[in-house]
């Protein structure tokens, strides 16, 4: 519901930003950009379940700055993002796992990632107002907060926890596409979804110069 739900939204807002953007003029392209993303995530409850019989969901809210230069075609991005995760404390079992001896309580707390990142992104135009970009990023997360699994034995949670780290450093994939709306020739705002750490769509408001 959640995928469908996303989807509606970004239908609106493209509709919107479209009847918008060509109230402008063509624009002119400056090779220097800024700007500010955010963006929702969340990795489906159907991939969970391939690998668990009882899980929690898992999603985020991402945000952050970036600054880049353009090309004709291609534009590259250097990104700093944050994401808050939400993901609620609770029983995991392992698929094919005996509900009664193989049950782990995760507690969670404060959980999120600090991420450096860089996104090429190639630019179709399908309009004076509007393009279309496909965006390639690959960098490196640094997880933060708590996450202890503990043992449940005889449906009771054991006092001191299993396991309690998280790892260091996480590699970041992104696979985006975008549609940029110009609403003057130096300020547009781009409409993204697909793959970034989970299925995921948002905003971005870009400056140029």
Do not use: C
Request: proline fraction near 4%; charge should be negative.
């Amino acid at each position: 519901m959640r995928f469908r739900h996303m989807l509606l939204i970004l239908a609106i807002v493209v509709l919107v930003l479209s009847t918008t953007a060509q109230a402008g003029g063509p624009f002119i392209e400056y090779p220097w950009t800024v700007g500010a993303r955010a963006q929702y995530m969340f990795i489906p409850d159907g991939i969970i379940d391939s690998y668990y019989d009882s899980h929690k969901s898992i999603s985020a809210l991402g945000y952050g700055l970036f600054w880049g230069y353009g090309w004709d075609i291609i534009e590259l991005h250097m990104n700093l993002e944050n994401y808050t995760a939400f993901w609620k404390s609770g029983t995991w079992l392992l698929k094919g796992g005996d509900f009664d001896k193989d049950r782990d309580y995760i507690d969670v707390k404060g959980v999120g990632m600090a991420s450096v990142d860089a996104t090429a992104w190639f630019k179709v135009p399908i309009g004076d107002y509007v393009q279309y970009r496909i965006g390639l990023g690959l960098g490196v997360g640094f997880p933060y907060g708590e996450v202890k699994s503990y043992d449940i034995i005889e449906g009771e949670r054991e006092e001191k926890p299993d396991t309690e780290s998280l790892p260091s450093v996480l590699p970041v994939f992104a696979l985006e596409n975008s549609f940029v709306f110009f609403l003057h020739e130096q300020f547009s705002i781009n409409v993204n979804f697909g793959v970034k750490n989970g299925l995921s769509s948002g905003l971005m408001f870009q400056a140029y110069f």
